[in-house]
């Protein structure tokens, strides 16, 4: 048990209750289109966490920017693979051409 600190599905509840704000103001400002977002570190925990909610409970689509190391594993996200709204960058974020061309091109809300 975590003393003093969120636990896992805690951290997730509270991500969530900070997304679902955005859903409801998403869904009626945006009607033509669908809500772009880029998430980094997509493939960690918490990060998978976010994208499979994206893509599951809501029509937004995912950038999803992550350099694939210890903590990244692309099998938290087998759910989201076939997925047309989901896309994994494998790279670093520090890499900054690389992700000027991933703004560039995805152009995030």
């Avoid at 995912?62 to 759910?79: C, F, P, Q, R």
Wanted: proline share 4%.
């Amino acid at each position: 048990m975590c003393w003093g600190r969120a636990t896992p599905v805690a951290r997730l509840r509270q991500i969530h209750r900070k997304i679902a704000p955005l859903e409801r103001h998403a869904s009626s400002k945006k009607t033509e289109s669908t809500m772009k977002i880029l998430v980094t570190g997509g493939a960690g925990f918490i990060g998978s966490a976010v994208v499979r909610h994206i893509i599951r409970d809501t029509d937004w689509t995912v950038a999803n920017v992550d350099k694939l190391t210890y903590a990244g594993n692309l099998e938290s996200l087998a759910e989201v693979r076939a997925s047309n709204r989901h896309t994994h960058f494998k790279v670093d974020i520090r890499d900054r051409p690389a992700i000027a061309d991933i703004l560039r091109g995805f152009q995030p809300d």
